[in-house]
């Protein structure tokens, strides 16, 4: 009962504990310039990987028949529009004001995944960062409360931001951790891993990631109201910590996370070099709905930690650009928000930088390894495309 009480206490909380966290705001003498904002989407009914492990799949199914599998719920809902409250609130006209209390197309750009649980807390996130002023608002109902913002997507098999299922250099890069990482770090987890298999039909040795699909199963029942099965019980401790491993074999070596996370990192830096040159910098917010998987990437390629956990529900990592009004000089700040609605921001340091904000020539300095242009991106995981 305790170790059930303990793993439901870790789902209910924020599963990260992001290491080198500081209280330390930009000051007062710090402009924002630009920023890259990635969040994980809202809480989403189970996909057909997670049914397949469930012994309550009718039921999961009946709870779920509205949004189908890995839909969002109403619960997700209501996170995407917490994720909308915090960048108006953080970059809108009660914060740095690099956005107008209007919505104009060259301030912000907003891009999906091509999935409907992102693209939908897009929609909704952006419904609370942009509440209609009154020459927005299009009629004497909806258009008091609601405007269109719009966002945009590629298709999957050509999205860097899909790199897990797209890219083959990365899939043979996975394929190689799962089997360097049974004999390792996942070890000491075989019996039990053993046992989820014989009791789920699945291959838990073969495939450590299922590991994280049984752990999101079992968020997702409790969310909906469900219990976990007796039998899994006693392995919660276990599952918790299999789950996070599993999480992050997804940055096991230095190429994995620069295929995972360095065309943003690219993208960030060019347009800091923009902002370097003396030239203003169009739009000055850039937001990215999109995946746990997503996340951790950003993070990882930006140094600012190893050990960080599954990314929450809606949870958020952001690289904001600051120029010194004083020196001129540019820096960048990293901001964690580990579930929007549930927590508040936190400052992460640069690993390596003893400055917070980290000067950019230094944060540049940290990162350079991890730079990879989006062609390049194309080029290595051999995707042909017209973007």
């Not at 793993?7 to 209280?23: E, H, I, K």
């Not at 409907?116 to 009629?139: F, G, H, I, N």
């Not at 370097?276 to 995946?291: C, D, N, Q, W, Y």
């Not at 996340?295 to 949870?315: C, D, K, Q, T, W």
Request: aromatic share 10%.
């Amino acid at each position: 009962m305790l170790k059930y009480l303990i793993f439901v206490y870790l789902l209910m909380q924020v599963n990260t504990s992001p290491g080198n966290v500081t209280n330390r705001e930009a000051n007062d003498d710090m402009e924002l310039l630009m920023v890259y904002f990635v969040n994980r989407h809202g809480e989403r009914a189970p996909d057909d990987v997670e049914l397949s492990l469930s012994d309550q799949q009718e039921e999961l199914k009946s709870l779920t028949h509205v949004e189908g599998p890995e839909g969002l719920t109403n619960v997700g809902k209501r996170r995407a529009y917490q994720i909308g409250k915090f960048i108006r609130q953080r970059y809108g006209s009660e914060g740095s004001k690099i956005l107008s209390k209007v919505y104009l197309k060259d301030e912000i750009l907003v891009r999906s995944t091509d999935k409907d649980r992102t693209k939908m807390t897009a929609l909704v996130a952006m419904s609370a960062a942009y509440p209609p002023e009154p020459v927005q608002q299009w009629d004497e109902s909806l258009g008091k409360i609601w405007q269109p913002v719009p966002y945009y997507s590629v298709p999957l098999n050509e999205d860097y931001l899909r790199y897990f299922s797209n890219c083959d250099r990365f899939v043979e890069l996975m394929r190689n951790a799962k089997d360097e990482s049974i004999r390792q770090e996942f070890a000491p987890y075989l019996d039990v891993m053993q046992l989820l298999s014989r009791r789920t039909g699945q291959n838990f040795v073969e495939n450590p990631l299922l590991l994280q699909a049984l752990f999101d199963l079992f968020r997702s029942s409790l969310a909906l109201g469900l219990n976990i099965p007796e039998w899994a019980k006693p392995f919660l401790e276990s599952l918790s910590e299999g789950a996070r491993l599993a999480y992050k074999l997804y940055f096991r070596t230095n190429e994995m996370k620069k295929i995972a996370g360095g065309v943003l990192l690219n993208k960030f830096t060019e347009q800091a070099l923009i902002a370097a040159s003396g030239k203003e910098i169009k739009p000055r917010l850039h937001v990215f709905s999109s995946h746990d998987f997503n996340l951790g990437a950003f993070m990882e390629v930006s140094r600012v930690r190893s050990n960080h956990g599954i990314p929450e529900y809606g949870a958020a990592f952001a690289l904001e650009l600051y120029r010194s009004k004083v020196t001129g000089e540019l820096s960048v700040l990293p901001v964690y928000l580990p579930q929007a609605g549930d927590s508040t921001p936190q400052v992460l340091q640069v690993n390596g930088c003893d400055a917070n904000p980290c000067g950019l020539t230094k944060f540049m300095e940290l990162t350079k390894d991890f730079l990879l242009p989006e062609h390049e991106y194309y080029r290595i995981c051999n995707i042909k495309t017209e973007l």
